[in-house]
């Protein structure tokens, strides 16, 4: 790929955009608790979970920081509804949340549930 070829650009509704930024926020919080209930108790047979919760805390903080640089100085298209984003940050953004949806996936399977009450 030439360095001279215009960087392609996407586009992700700004509403759309905030509900990932909610969900992101929701999921950091309750990872939060769980790690304080998990650090607090002595080691038990729930131990191997804490790997598993720094891997999702660390994919939701890089996904919430990746979206706040896109909505706190925001390109946006004619319609002012849609977010301009560079292919670069799509392709990592999405990277991240697949990865998220997968590493929440195990976890589900660990019978550990990282949503708010």
Not at 35 to 42: A, G, K, T
Request: charged share 25%; hydrophobic share 40%; glycine share 2%.
């Amino acid at each position: 790929m030439s360095d001279d070829a215009p960087a392609k650009k996407y586009t992700l509704s700004v509403e759309y955009a905030i509900e990932l930024l909610t969900e992101t926020a929701e999921q950091i919080s309750a990872l939060k608790g769980l790690f304080l209930h998990y650090l607090s108790d002595d080691p038990g047979p729930q131990s191997h979970l804490l790997p598993l919760l720094s891997e999702l805390l660390w994919y939701n903080y890089s996904i919430k920081r990746m979206l706040n640089k896109e909505v706190d100085d925001p390109i946006l298209d004619k319609s002012e509804e849609n977010l301009i984003i560079l292919e670069k940050t799509m392709m990592s953004l999405q990277s991240f949340m697949l990865s998220r949806y997968y590493a929440m996936t195990e976890i589900n399977k660990l019978s550990c549930s990282t949503s708010l009450n």
